[in-house]
């Protein structure tokens, strides 16, 4: 029995680290031909955007995803828990949109990115917090080569 649970994690673990290391090298890869395609002003406001999606993902998330796992075992309150969750996202990514209306002078002036790329990074930052509570889900399930596949 432990044995065989023992595997099971181990081949489970196996998928997943194939996976994000696929996730991890195809940006490396990139590295070499955004570099050469663009110009370093170019390149270093891609670097801004991307910091940008990243710094206020945990603002939209809260980190619902995190407790995912533990409403997926009682069942009936799960389906109620994932759309909570997915309306809260969506209601601070409207919140984030009035303070980059309200902001827009400022960081324009300050990192000089469009304000019309800063709402894509929030439509963005949405996209990914919805794709990780489906690949959460996934995961919580053992669905492992879905969670690949997406």
């Known amino acids: 029995m432990y044995i065989s649970g023992l595997k099971q994690i181990i081949h489970h673990s196996s998928i997943q680290l194939f996976i994000q290391g696929l996730t991890a090298i195809v940006p490396f890869l990139l590295i070499p031909i955004l570099t050469r395609h663009m110009a370093p002003e170019e390149y270093g406001i891609m670097v801004l955007f991307t910091v940008f999606i990243f710094l206020m993902r ?68 949405l996209g990914i917090n919805i794709f990780e509570f489906m690949t959460q889900t996934l995961r919580i399930r053992g669905m492992i080569f879905k969670v690949g596949i997406l």
């Open 58 to 125: 945990p603002f939209m998330s809260l980190g619902f995803h995190a407790g995912l796992k533990k409403f997926y075992i009682q069942e009936k309150e799960f389906p109620e828990y994932l759309m909570t969750a997915t309306l809260s996202n969506i209601f601070l990514a409207l919140i984030l949109c009035v303070i980059i209306t309200v902001l827009s002078v400022f960081t324009q002036n300050i990192w000089n990115i469009p304000v019309s790329w800063l709402y894509g990074a929030v439509i963005i930052g």
